[in-house]
């Protein structure tokens, strides 16, 4: 059996953002529901030197699209960071899952030898392509889509394993 670098990466980050989605139509709803400002989730972070929700959410899109940009062999398209509500979030991570789909399936697929290089300067890594996936991007991306779903959990916002995970 061979190893689908399309399959462990585009559809894995696309079904992940979706729950992130609909994770934060939750924190939509539970806000209202218990009359809370939203900006209590929105700048919600686990520890005072941790990421804030709205900046996980970003990292993760980024993550995501950063990732599916470099094994396809496109540029790595920029976004603005100045989201401020849970509509400006989830319609980041639609722009991010609109922009994976349009992504060449074959050239996401011949990736898995090719080199890719994150940074520059000093900072400046290279990787094979599979390497590059399994052991840097989906960690990263996993990291903060996680930390995401445990800032509004830890915050009372009604979500388990099921949203997290989502539909596949």
Known sequence: MTFSMYS?????????????????????AHVTEKKIEPAA???????????????????????????????????????????????DLKARIAKTVAFIDSLPQDGIEASAQRDITTGSGEKAKQWKGQVYLMHYALPHFY?????????LRHNGVEVGKKDFIGSF
Request: no cysteine.
């Open 8 to 28: 462990a990466s585009a559809p894995v980050f696309k079904q992940i953002l979706n729950s992130l989605s609909a994770i934060i139509g939750k924190a939509e």
């Open 41 to 87: 989730l929105l700048q919600a972070r686990l520890f005072p030197d941790m990421f804030t929700f709205i900046r996980q959410v970003q990292v993760a899109a980024d993550f995501a699209k950063g990732a599916a940009a470099r094994l396809a062999g496109v540029d790595v398209p920029k976004y603005e960071d100045n989201e401020q509500t849970f509509a």
């Open 143 to 151: 990291f903060h889509a996680t930390t995401a779903y445990d800032i």
